[in-house]
T-cell receptor, first 119, second 111 residues
Framework: DAGVIQSPRHEVTEMGQEVTLRCKPISGHDYLFWYRQTMMRGLELLIY??????IDDSGMPEDRFSAKMPNASFSTLKIQPSEPRDSAVYFC??????WGSGSGTGELFFGEGSRLTVL | LAKTTQPISMDSYEGQEVNITCSHNNIATNDYITWYQQFPSQGPRFIIQ???TKVTNEVASLFIPADRKSSTLSLPRVSLSDTAVYYC????????????FGKGTRLHILP
């Protein structure tokens, strides 16, 4: 398997523009997570899906952020309008089992990340 | 989610064994302990997971005492390429699937 695939790897945009980040999870994985990482705040969980359904979006910073998972092989994270404080590396990760499955697995596989710079 | 505490940073030298300890006093009965490694400009990578006693794989060992209130990640004979951030995570026995990362331990290996 090719692993979790994210695009674009780098994006530079101007404040106010719409940004769409894309993720293809590992085939067969039922869970998909979106994280954001900055030096100041570390690795933050934004939202996660189980079987394409958003389960917890409490980490989404504000209404400018939205995430969708139309099918098992694709997810998007959209920021509209973007602001300079959104500059960060955005990671997508997938897992076969849930952390709370009680089986002790839930190993996360991360993509290489999308580095977003908003000017 | 069980809160974890680990050192912010550590330095060591090539060839040494490095031990990173994580405290998780509120760990629940069904919680597992998991460690991830993150290299610069990459996403975190699963290293090892355990429930009790000792777990060993090709990368590291994980030592968990009987009370499970702490755990120690042991990296044998480190090299410069082991410079990374190491995260300790403890599962949520409320069957919540959220996976939250703390600040981790920034390990710097010196030549």
């Amino acid at each position: 398997d090719a692993g979790v695939i994210q695009s674009p790897r780098h994006e530079v945009t101007e404040m106010g523009q719409e940004v769409t980040l894309r993720c293809k999870p590992i085939s067969g994985h039922d869970y998909l997570f979106w994280y954001r990482q900055t030096m100041m705040r570390g690795l933050e969980l934004l939202i996660y899906f189980n079987n394409n359904v958003p389960i917890d979006d409490s980490g989404m910073p504000e209404d400018r952020f939205s995430a969708k998972m139309p099918n098992a092989s694709f997810s998007t994270l959209k920021i509209q309008p973007s602001e300079p404080r959104d500059s960060a590396v955005y990671f997508c990760a997938s897992s076969l089992l849930g952390w709370g499955s009680g089986s002790g697995t839930g190993e996360l596989f991360f993509g290489e990340g999308s580095r977003l710079t908003v000017l | 989610l069980a809160k974890t505490t680990q050192p912010i940073s550590m330095d060591s030298y090539e060839g040494q064994e490095v031990n990173i300890t994580c405290s998780h006093n509120n760990i629940a009965t069904n919680d597992y302990i998991t460690w991830y490694q993150q290299f610069p400009s990459q996403g975190p990578r699963f290293i090892i997971q355990g429930y009790k006693t000792k777990v060993t794989n090709e990368v590291a060992s994980l030592f968990i005492p009987a009370d499970r209130k702490s755990s120690t990640l042991s990296l044998p004979r480190v090299s410069l390429s082991d410079t990374a951030v190491y995260y300790c995570l403890v599962g949520d026995s409320n069957r919540d699937d959220k996976i939250i990362f703390g600040k981790g331990t920034r390990l710097h290996i010196l030549p």
